[in-house]
């Protein structure tokens, strides 16, 4: 759903073959992750191949895509991995990580721009 937001973002809407290029599987992986997701309700298919977001599809692609670049943007900017690694790994953490981590992130990245001190939280354990 994320690679269909960033495409619908770009262009209007996506196609199945620029989805496979963005996600770096096949046509037909690719095609049947579109199908799957048609029947969940996420997206239109169009006779055309114009690949759509539902509204629904819409927010959890948004969601997603912002726990993609807060994360990517922690790593490279805090933490100064490489743009291209930042990318990489977030890929894969912001599908494994709560929504406090999220955050905390966001925070810390907000206050590493501003240049303003991150304060430590303690979370306690109750409050995840």
């Known amino acids: ?3 269909v937001f960033l495409l619908e973002m770009r262009h209007g809407s996506a196609r199945v073959s620029d989805i496979a290029e ?3 599987v096949g046509k037909s ?3 049947l992750a579109v199908k799957a997701l048609q029947e969940r309700g996420f997206v239109l298919h169009d006779s055309y191949g114009r690949v759509r977001l539902t509204p629904q599809g819409r927010e959890i692609g948004e ?5 993609h670049f807060i994360i ?6 805090v933490l100064g991995v490489p743009m291209e690694e930042a ?3 977030a890929c894969g953490i912001e599908h494994v990580v ?5 955050q905390r992130f966001s925070e810390m990245l907000a206050a590493f721009r501003s240049g303003v001190p991150f304060p430590r939280k303690e979370i306690k ?4």
């Open 1 to 3: 759903m994320e690679a």
């Open 22 to 24: 963005m996600v770096g």
């Open 29 to 31: 992986a690719a095609s």
């Open 63 to 67: 969601k997603v895509s912002r726990r």
């Open 72 to 77: 990517r943007d922690f790593l490279h900017e």
């Open 87 to 89: 990318e990489s790994a």
């Open 98 to 102: 709560s929504a406090l981590v999220i």
């Open 125 to 128: 354990e109750d409050s995840k």
